[in-house]
């Protein structure tokens, strides 16, 4: 690096340092506030963050890199956007305002150039693992193969070491043969409520080394180097390596003068070291104990260039939390914001003129040579690297089923139709599984499209003829990834390859599979891959109690209400196989899509934005209907519900359910055909479409769109008012309770509302009163003096 390179380095981490907290100053004490409550912002996080930040971007990334940035280092970002002309001065003036710059950096609601949202802690971290993996993946294929190879870097607070999913996606990194990523830790020692325990990262640091990563320790700025070749240097140096993080962090607090005593008492008189300290005045004392490795943006730069391999590196940056600032080393300074006065203060400090805080180049003098260097920046040469690929065409998707099939085998049967085929569809089809690949009826697929690995692998039991239906043939070409037993790992996988048409340029198809119980244990990188607007199709199979043998710990009950409540995630729990090769003929093209978010009036869903998928099934086989005498039902499939057995004008009773719960409603219903009078029976595929696209049809009439009618106000306005409903789902209730509201209907919710047991499907649908006896008892509540029963062996 040229003297004048390092000088254009120092002079944008002071700019940094200046606009991401005059950013946060303005949002907290200058912008005009209408409830008084704080603003936030995180200063001291920002502030330890900044050469770092600095060096990184400005001297060590190239276009291919991608950056998960430390959720409480989103001002540090911004600002830098801001110098580089894609953030707006307007969003900067409105941080954390409604439609300014967001509190964590965002893909989907900052305007800059976002490479992956962060904000739930740690997994910020992960998602850049498993995005070298994707890329790794796409590169090893005849279509990805001119891909430009780049680092997935993370920037990592050391609290968030604390998060468990970090060490799961270490081990499933070195499983997968990790390169290209780099987790760089801001290591403050300071956390949300205190500083970190002594010795902690010595214990963290041999796990790196245990998984294969190469770890670099960055500890001693350019100054203390420089000091520690004085006389008496070797003696400063083992003070401050036995210096607890606690007196390190209130020594810096207090200043140079304190940081004299401190030192002078512990040393004594000895001469050289005396000298060393007595030769500097107090503000140059402090500045010679807080240039950490992590503060000296020349150090920085150095050491990211001495990194030449493509191996995973960590490097355990160490800083001062709010390095630089009038509250630097305080340890209540994670929430905390200067006050008026030291804001004042440190202006004056830090030579802003009054009237020019928001000014891009205040305080440079050489603004044109400045800005030659930004504009010769390599990471930022090609702009904003947002990147597009073609919309892959849907092959027709039919299922001749047996007479008996559960949804779970029809997934299986359609992807390995799929498997056979030479669709480019088929071709960027990418499936993984922690560990449930066979139980989850993706071996067929696996068996013909095989596993990807970066280098071929043998299957021992095929060398040896040993017979086995799986067939475990690791190979470049491989279109399955095998994960452990980790639910996190799944999406967080899923998201990286959700959003590979845009880090990349090239477009996959991820189809994630597991046990829909455990959907729970990764709910968080769920919520995270969908607030990324990831694209991909989720399975969660077997589902409910009809796992009966398995018990309450592997049966679901609340996953059809997180399907509902997921933004950018379409839930669907079909029963039948025709729905489900419907649905995901459909859901391969929504995946897809990228269009305007207005309402499609015909529902009044935003299909047209596109977004994820879930598909809840089961293992329970499911009598299939036969060859339906009409096609509209195909379309209902889609939307979330069509009748099944339309209600006659005088209709009594509807009983309506979702999943595979439906052989008990048809039974139940033809039991009580003749007794009650045009009963009707709503096949309900997607409890979650429908409540979506009632929602919104309200929210338009509220807003004078008086003719908004969303699908399941059109299937249910001609229900007779005195028509009841029962609802039924194995899951809770509440998935179908709300259908009595569309019209006002008097509804009778079933389904399961605690943990289940071991038992046949017979003995837990009896349990929960899900099976057709209970739903004919609760429609025999309904008007006293009717009854009647039906027995499951009675042909209907």
């Not at 008496?232 to 209130?250: F, H, K, M, V």
């Not at 030479?422 to 596993?451: C, F, H, Q, Y």
């Not at 459909?586 to 879930?614: C, H, I, K, M, N």
Request: net charge negative.
């Amino acid at each position: 690096m040229t003297p004048t390179d390092a000088a254009h380095l120092k002079t944008l981490e002071d700019r940094l340092l200046w606009l991401s907290h005059w950013m946060i100053h303005h949002a907290n004490h200058i912008r005009p506030k209408e409830d008084g409550i704080k603003v936030g912002g995180h200063q001291a996080s920002s502030a330890s963050m900044v050469s770092i930040m600095t060096a990184l971007y400005f001297s060590a990334l190239k276009p291919a890199d991608r950056v998960a940035v430390k959720p409480h280092a989103s001002p540090i970002f911004h600002a830098m956007q801001y110098l580089m002309g894609n953030q707006t001065l307007d969003k900067m003036k409105n941080f954390r305002g409604f439609g300014g710059v967001q509190s964590y950096p965002s893909r989907t609601k900052d305007v800059d150039d976002v490479d992956y949202s962060t904000g739930s802690v740690g997994l910020g971290v992960a998602i850049t693992a498993f995005g070298s993996i994707v890329q790794d993946y796409i590169s090893a294929k005849s279509w990805g193969n001119d891909l430009t190879l780049g680092r997935n870097v993370a920037l990592v607070g050391d609290a968030e070491l604390d998060e468990g999913n970090v060490y799961e996606a270490l081990q499933e990194g070195w499983k997968n043969d990790l390169r290209n990523c780099w987790w760089i830790i801001d290591y403050n020692r300071q956390s949300l409520d205190g500083v970190v325990r002594e010795g902690l990262f010595e214990r963290i640091e041999k796990i790196f080394e245990a998984f294969g990563w190469n770890v670099i320790r960055v500890k001693y700025g350019a100054l203390q180097r420089a000091a520690f070749l004085e006389a008496g240097g070797e003696a400063l140096r083992a003070w401050i390596d036995a210096c607890p993080n606690q007196q390190y962090s209130a020594l810096t607090y207090q200043g140079g003068a304190v940081w004299r005593k401190r030192l002078m008492d512990d040393l004594g008189d000895q001469g050289a070291v005396t000298a060393l300290i007595e030769k500097r005045s107090d503000d140059d004392l402090a500045a010679l104990m807080e240039n950490l490795g992590g503060n000296c943006v020349s150090t920085m730069a150095d050491v990211f260039a001495s990194v030449t391999d493509d191996r995973p590196t960590c490097f355990l940056a160490y800083t001062i939390k709010g390095w630089g600032t009038p509250i630097a080393g305080h340890k209540d300074n994670h929430g905390g914001l200067m006050t008026k006065n030291q804001m004042a203060d440190w202006q004056k400090r830090m030579g802003v003129p009054d009237g020019e805080e928001w000014d891009k180049f205040a305080t440079v003098a050489d603004t044109a040579g400045l800005q030659n260097f930004l504009d010769k920046t390599p990471f930022f040469a090609e702009g904003l690297r947002r990147y597009s690929d073609d919309v892959l065409p849907v092959p027709a998707i039919a299922l001749s089923s047996d007479r008996e099939i559960s949804t779970q085998m029809a997934f299986g049967k359609i992807l390995d139709d799929l498997s056979k085929g030479d669709s480019d569809l088929a071709e960027r089809i990418v499936t993984m599984s922690p560990d449930v690949t066979g139980t989850t009826n993706l071996g067929p697929w696996v068996n013909r499209r095989k596993l990807f690995a970066r280098k071929a692998q043998a299957d021992a039991f095929i060398e040896h003829r040993i017979p086995s239906t799986a067939k475990w043939e690791f190979t470049p070409d491989g279109q399955h990834i095998e994960l452990g037993i980790a639910e996190m790992n799944l999406f967080l996988l899923l998201g990286a390859a959700g959003l590979s048409h845009s880090l990349f340029g090239k477009r996959l198809i991820p189809i994630g599979t597991l046990y829909d119980p455990f959907v729970v244990r990764g709910l968080d990188a769920l919520n995270y891959a969908c607030y990324q607007d990831a694209r991909f199709m989720v399975v969660g199979t077997p589902s409910g109690v009809t796992l009966a043998p398995e018990g309450g710990a592997h049966q679901s009950i609340g996953t059809p209400l997180i399907g509902m409540s997921q933004d950018g995630l379409a839930a669907f729990e079909p029963a039948f196989a025709d729905e489900l090769a419907t649905i995901m003929e459909w859901a391969f093209g929504y995946l897809q899509r990228d269009g305007a978010g207005d309402p499609d009036e015909r529902t009044w869903l935003r299909d047209e934005t596109g977004g994820s998928v879930y598909l809840r099934l089961s293992t329970n086989p499911v009598e299939q209907p036969g060859k339906r005498p009409d096609e509209d039902w195909r379309q209902g499939a889609i939307d979330g519900a069509y009748w099944l057995r339309k209600p006659g004008p005088n209709c009594e009773v509807v009983i309506a359910y979702q999943g595979a719960i439906a052989p008990e409603a048809i039974r139940a219903a033809g039991a009580i055909a003749e007794h009650r009078r045009d009963i009707g029976v709503l096949a309900v595929t997607s409890a979650d479409r429908l409540n979506a696209g009632w929602t919104a049809a309200q929210r338009a009439r509220a807003h004078g769109q008086f003719e908004a009618m969303s699908h399941v106000e059109r299937l249910m306005q001609t229900l007779p008012r005195h028509c009841k409903l029962v609802t039924v789902i194995d899951g809770h209730p509440a998935t179908l309770s709300w259908l009595g509201s569309v019209h006002g209907h008097q509804t009778i919710p079933l389904g399961v509302e605690h943990f289940g047991q071991t038992g046949t499907i017979n003995d837990l649908y009896r349990h929960f009163g899900i099976e057709a006896d209970s739903i004919i008892g609760k429609i025999n509540g309904l008007t006293p003096g009717r009854s009647m029963a039906v027995s499951r062996n009675e042909p209907q």
